[in-house]
C-alpha cells in the first residue's frame, strides 16, 4: 500500500507537505510490473492447484486494478474466470484515534459469498502488515473462507504483524523513512514503482 | 475538503454538498447490514449518550444499534426513568451526563431547539433525533437516502407530504432537505394544519387542501402521522381525517405510475394511510427503516469518530 | 449624596427642554433642597455645588409607567432597592410597578409594604399599581379604594388580562369615581395557549407554538368597547399589534380617554429576531415587522402616549432552559432611553421634545399628574446627552437580573444624571465608553 496523501490524517499530510520529495530510485519500470504480474498469476494457479474455489479480493484502493489485471490474465491463459471482489478496510483501521476529520469510508463490492472459498488477498505493498490484519477482519465479517493467502507486488520488510505473504512480486530493502510509490495507470496515469525518501 | 461537521442539529444550515456527502457516506453502511457478523471496533473505546426526553422505541433503538454495531458503548437516557421528572432542568441533566464523558450526545426533546441549547454548553458532539416541531435530521436523510436509492438522483420530481404538516418536524426536515436539491414541494391536509406560511419555509413549496389537487403529478408521498388530538387545540374527528385524507389504493392512482410511498412511522394502518397502501410493492416503509440505520452508523462514524489528543508524531504511514 | 433642606445644587448650561411648559432653551436650573428654586439663562450660583450640563439635555424627570421589582416574595429575580438603582441609571426617577408579587398587591397592607419599602431603600420613587382583582384571579374585585389611600396610582391585573368583560366593566366603573386608570395587558386564553413568540413565518420555522395578533387586539377591542360605555380611563399596556393601535386611534377620535404606552423592544426589534435564545421571549412577544413599523407611526403621530419598560427580571438560572419553558419577559431601564434616541431620534422619526414627552408628560397624563420643572415644584429630573457613546454591560446593572436582548450592544446617547427631589441618585462618568 503505497502513500496517499488524500486519505492521510491532516497531522501527517501537513507534515509531508513541508518536506520535500526525493526520488531515490525506480524499483520497476512499467514493462517489469507487467511481467510480475504475469508470473504472479501463473504463480497463484499454479501453487492452487488450478482455479477451483478460487477468488481474488483487492484492497482498495491499488490492490483493486493488480487483483482485475490478474484475473484477466488468468483469464487468457486458462479460459477461467475467477470471482474478483474489492474489499475496503477503512472501518477495520486500528489507527483511527488520530486528529483531524475521520477517513471517507467506501463500500465493498464482493459479489459472491467467501464461504468455503480459496482467497487470495491482493495489495500493493506489504509493510507492517496492518492492512492485511485489517482486511481479514473484514473478510471474517462477511463469512468463513476455507483459505486466506496474500499476493503483493512488493515485500518491503518491516513487519509490525505475524503476517506474510504466498505470492511476492519483488522484495525490496528499504528504511524507516523511504516510501514505496507505486503508480499505476488506472489511478495515477503513469506505470512504474520508486522508491522516494522525505527530506527536510 | 468537505468542512467537518460538529454536531447535526438540523437540515436547514447544510449544504447540499455536506447531505450528498453523508448520503454517500450511509452507502457503506448500507452493504454493512448484509454481513453476517455486524459487528465492527470502528468506534471502540467510544461512549455515546442517547438520551431521549420523549418517547421513541424505534428512532432510540436504531441509534442504539447503530452504535453497538460501530462498537461503541452507549449510555442510555430515558425521560420517565431519569430525574427530569423530579423537576430537574435539562441543563442539569446533561451536566450530569457530562460528567460520565461521553464522546457524542443524541438528544431527542419536546421543546424547539433543545438540541442548540445543549450543544451550546456541552463539549461533545450533540445529534438532534427530533426536538419539538422544529427539525429531525436523520429522518429527513434517510428519506432522502430511500428516494434516492430507488429514482436514482435527487433532482426533478415532484414531493407531496401529506398530513399534520404544522406541528410536524419531519416534514420540516424534509422540506429544507428535498428544496436543497429543487424538489417541487406540495404540502397538503387540513387547512389549520397546513397553514400558508409554510410556503415560506423554502423555495418551491406550495400548499393545497385537496388531497386530489395534491397527488396529481406527486413522484414521492410522504405520509406524516396524524395525531388527532392536539393539546391546547380543538380536536378533529378521525373520521373526518379519513375521509378527506387517507392515502388509500385509489387515491394513490391520481399519483404518477409507481410514485413512491414513504412514512416516517409509526403507522396507524386505517387513519392516514391504507393498510394495502402501507404493505404495496410502492411502500418504501422497511428500506427507511434499514437506511436509518446506515445514516446513523455513517453519522456516528463520522461525528463521535477521531480523537481529541494529536498522535504521537510519526512519518510514513505505518498502517499500511 | 444627601439633598439636606438647604443645599443648593445649579445644574449649569444645559438645554432645557420641558414640553409641559413648551420650554426649549439654554437655562440653568438652580435647586435648592428637594425643590426646584429658580430657571433661567446665567443663574449666578453663590456657594452652590454646580453641575456642568453643558451639551447635555436637562428634562423633568422621566416615569416608567411599567415595570415589574418582585418585591415582595420573589426577591432572587430583583428587589426594590436593586430595580429602583437600576431604574435611576436609566434615568428614570419614579417607576410603577405591577401587583403580580407573592402575595399579589390587592389590598392595602401589601400596597403600604411597598410603599415603606421604597421610603427606606428605593433610589427613585416608587408608585405602584395595585390589582384589579383578588389574587389577580379575575373573579372578586380588590380593595381598590383601601389601596388608593395606601398610595396606588392605578389598577391592572398584569400578566393577565382583566378576565371578563363582565369585571372589566365593574372596575371601570369603580374606578372612575375613584379617578383611577384602569390598566390592561390585553390577551385572549384561548388564542394564546402554550404559544411562547409571535405567530408567523418565524414561529413556523424555528417550530415553536406561535400567538396570534389577534389575541392582543381582540381584547384590545373588548376594552375599548367598554371604555366607550362607562367612560373610564383606560390604558393599554405594552400595546404591539396594529390591530391594538387602530381601536386606539378610533377611541382617540372620539374624544374618549384612552391611552397606550410601547416598550423599546417593540419599536426595536421584531419576531424575525427571535432565535432559540430566551432573551427573546417576553410577553406580549416581538411582533411582525409591520406592527413595529405601525408602532413607530403611531409614537410619531401622537397615538402613543408613553414609552414604557415593561422591565420583567428574572434570575439567570430561570431563564437558562429551553426556550418552551422560559419564563416571559426581559430587562428593561437601562436601555429604554438608548434605544429611543438610536431607533426614533437619531433617525429622524421623532424630534427630542417628543422623546421627552414620552417618558415625562405622556405618563404624567395616564396617571392624572403633571411633569414639569417649575418653580417650587419638586425637583426631579433627568440630565442626558445625545451623543455619548457607550457600550451596554448587562454584567454591570445593579438589577439582579440579567435577562437581556441588548447586552454589548452599543448605543449613542446616555443618561447622564438622575436627580430624585433634589438629590443625585445616579451619575455617569463621561469617559471614552462608560
Not at chain 3, 433610589?123 to 383601601?146: C, D, F, N, R, T
Amino acid at each position: 500500500m503505497g502513500f496517499r496523501p488524500c486519505e492521510l490524517p491532516a497531522v501527517y499530510a501537513r507534515m509531508m507537505r513541508q518536506m520535500r520529495v526525493v526520488e531515490k530510485r525506480q524499483l520497476l519500470s512499467a514493462e517489469e510490473i507487467s511481467r510480475t504480474l504475469n508470473r504472479l498469476a501463473h504463480e497463484i494457479v499454479e501453487k492452487s492447484g488450478g482455479t477451483k474455489d478460487l477468488a481474488l479480493i483487492g484492497v482498495r484502493r491499488r490492490g483493486v486494478p493488480l487483483s482485475d489485471r490478474l484475473a484477466k490474465t488468468v483469464k487468457d491463459f486458462s479460459g477461467v474466470e475467477i470471482p474478483v471482489g474489492t474489499i475496503d478496510i477503512t472501518l477495520y483501521r486500528d489507527d483511527l484515534s488520530t486528529v483531524g476529520p475521520q477517513p471517507v469510508v467506501h463500500s465493498n463490492e464482493i459479489s459472491f459469498s467467501v464461504d468455503d472459498r480459496d482467497l487470495v488477498i491482493v495489495d500493493d505493498v506489504l509493510y507492517t502488515g496492518r492492512t492485511i490484519r485489517a482486511a481479514m477482519n473484514g473478510l471474517f465479517d462477511l463469512g468463513r473462507p476455507k483459505r486466506i493467502r496474500l499476493c503483493v507486488l512488493i515485500d518491503r520488510g518491516h513487519r509490525e504483524m505475524p503476517i506474510e505473504a504466498t505470492f511476492i512480486g519483488n522484495s525490496v530493502q528499504t528504511s524507516d523513512t523511504e516510501i514505496v510509490e507505486v503508480h499505476l495507470k488506472e489511478i495515477d496515469g503513469d506505470e512504474r514503482v520508486v522508491l522516494v525518501d522525505r527530506v527536510p | 475538503m468537505l468542512q467537518r461537521l460538529e454536531h447535526l442539529l438540523g437540515i436547514e444550515d447544510l449544504t447540499r454538498e455536506q447531505i450528498s456527502f453523508i448520503l454517500d457516506q450511509a452507502k457503506p453502511f448500507q452493504e454493512f447490514q448484509r454481513h453476517p457478523l455486524k459487528k465492527l471496533a470502528t468506534l471502540r473505546g467510544k461512549t455515546v449518550a442517547i438520551a431521549f426526553f420523549e418517547n421513541s422505541t424505534r428512532t432510540r433503538i436504531s441509534f442504539a444499534t447503530a452504535a453497538a454495531r460501530l462498537g461503541a458503548d452507549t449510555m442510555n437516557l430515558q425521560a420517565e426513568a431519569s430525574s427530569l421528572k423530579k423537576g430537574e432542568s435539562l441543563l442539569d441533566t446533561v451536566r450530569t451526563l457530562e460528567a460520565m464523558r461521553p464522546d457524542g450526545l443524541v438528544i431527542r426533546h419536546s421543546s424547539s431547539g433543545a438540541p442548540e441549547f445543549v450543544a451550546n454548553r456541552l463539549g461533545v458532539p450533540v445529534i438532534n433525533a427530533g426536538d419539538g416541531t422544529h427539525e429531525h435530521p436523520t429522518q429527513a436523510l434517510l428519506d432522502a437516502l430511500t428516494i434516492r436509492d430507488r429514482k436514482g438522483q435527487l433532482e426533478g420530481w415532484n414531493l407531496t407530504i401529506l398530513g399534520d404538516v404544522l406541528h410536524s418536524r419531519v416534514a420540516r426536515s424534509n422540506i429544507h432537505l428535498l428544496s436543497k436539491f429543487g424538489v417541487r414541494i406540495t404540502l397538503c391536509g387540513p387547512a389549520m394544519w397546513v397553514p400558508r406560511e409554510l410556503e415560506t419555509l423554502a423555495p418551491n413549496v406550495r400548499r393545497v387542501t385537496r388531497i386530489e389537487e395534491a397527488l396529481d403529478g406527486a413522484d414521492v408521498i410522504i405520509a406524516l402521522r396524524v395525531q388527532t388530538e392536539r393539546l391546547h387545540e380543538p380536536a378533529l374527528a378521525a373520521e373526518e381525517y379519513i375521509l378527506r385524507y387517507q392515502l388509500t389504493p385509489q387515491r394513490l392512482q391520481l399519483a404518477r405510475p409507481g410514485a413512491l410511498v414513504l412514512h416516517p412511522g409509526p403507522m396507524i394502518r386505517g387513519l392516514e394511510i391504507d393498510g394495502a397502501v402501507a404493505d404495496g410493492p410502492q411502500s418504501c416503509v422497511l428500506e427507511q427503516v434499514t437506511n436509518g440505520l446506515a445514516i446513523r452508523m455513517a453519522l456516528l462514524y463520522h461525528l463521535v469518530g477521531g480523537a481529541a489528543e494529536p498522535p504521537p508524531a510519526k512519518v510514513p504511514d505505518k498502517a499500511q | 449624596m444627601p439633598a439636606t433642606k438647604d443645599h443648593l445644587l445649579l445644574i449649569k448650561n444645559g438645554r432645557v427642554l420641558d414640553p409641559a411648559s413648551k420650554t426649549d432653551a439654554r437655562h440653568d436650573v438652580l435647586l435648592h433642597g428637594s425643590r426646584v428654586l429658580r430657571v433661567g439663562p446665567d443663574l449666578s450660583s453663590g456657594d452652590a455645588e454646580i453641575f456642568d450640563a453643558t451639551d447635555l439635555i436637562v428634562a423633568p424627570g422621566f416615569i416608567d409607567l411599567h415595570c415589574h421589582l418582585r418585591e415582595p416574595g420573589q426577591e432572587m429575580s430583583e428587589t426594590i432597592e436593586t430595580g429602583t438603582r437600576s431604574a435611576a441609571r436609566g434615568g428614570f426617577t419614579a417607576v410603577c410597578c405591577m401587583p403580580n408579587t407573592q402575595p399579589v398587591n390587592d389590598n392595602a397592607s401589601v400596597t403600604r409594604s411597598i410603599v415603606d419599602r421604597a421610603a427606606a431603600a428605593g433610589a427613585v420613587q416608587v408608585w405602584p399599581i395595585g390589582a384589579v382583582s383578588v389574587g389577580s384571579k379575575g373573579e372578586a374585585l380588590a380593595e381598590i379604594a383601601a389601596m388608593k389611600d395606601a398610595g396606588i396610582v392605578g389598577v391592572s391585573d398584569d400578566g393577565k388580562p382583566v378576565a371578563t368583560a363582565r369585571l372589566m366593566r365593574q372596575v371601570m366603573d369603580y374606578c372612575n369615581s375613584l379617578e383611577l386608570p384602569v390598566i390592561d395587558h390585553c390577551e385572549d386564553p384561548s388564542l394564546f395557549a402554550g404559544g411562547v413568540m409571535r405567530e408567523g413565518p418565524r414561529s413556523i420555522r424555528l417550530g415553536l407554538k406561535g400567538i396570534p395578533a389577534e389575541s392582543e387586539s381582540i381584547c384590545a377591542g373588548r376594552d375599548v368597547e367598554l371604555a366607550l360605555l362607562t367612560r373610564a380611563r383606560l390604558h393599554i399596556a405594552h400595546m404591539s399589534t396594529t390591530g391594538a393601535l387602530e381601536y386606539v386611534r378610533h377611541a382617540k377620535k372620539l374624544g374618549m380617554r384612552v391611552s397606550c404606552e410601547v416598550t423599546p423592544h417593540h419599536f426595536t426589534l421584531c419576531d424575525e429576531d427571535v432565535r432559540y435564545d430566551t432573551n427573546y421571549k417576553m410577553n406580549p412577544p416581538l411582533a411582525s415587522r409591520a406592527d413595529r413599523t405601525a408602532l413607530i407611526a403611531g409614537i410619531a403621530d401622537g397615538s402613543v402616549d408613553a414609552i414604557a419598560t415593561d422591565h420583567a427580571p428574572h434570575h439567570p438560572a430561570s431563564k437558562d432552559v429551553e426556550f418552551d419553558r422560559a419564563p416571559f419577559g426581559i430587562i428593561g431601564f437601562e436601555t429604554a432611553l438608548a434605544l429611543t434616541l438610536g431607533e426614533l431620534f437619531h433617525t429622524g422619526k421623532i424630534s427630542l421634545t417628543r422623546v421627552v414627552e414620552l417618558f415625562t408628560t405622556g405618563p404624567a397624563r395616564v396617571l392624572g399628574i403633571e411633569r414639569k420643572i417649575a418653580v417650587g415644584g419638586s425637583a426631579d429630573l433627568t440630565i442626558f446627552s445625545i451623543e455619548h457613546a457607550w457600550t451596554y454591560r448587562a454584567s454591570e446593572s445593579p438589577s439582579k437580573s440579567r435577562n437581556t436582548p441588548f447586552d454589548g450592544r452599543t448605543f449613542r446617547g446616555a443618561p447622564v444624571a438622575t436627580i430624585v427631589a433634589g438629590q443625585i441618585v445616579y451619575r455617569r462618568e463621561l469617559t471614552a465608553t462608560a
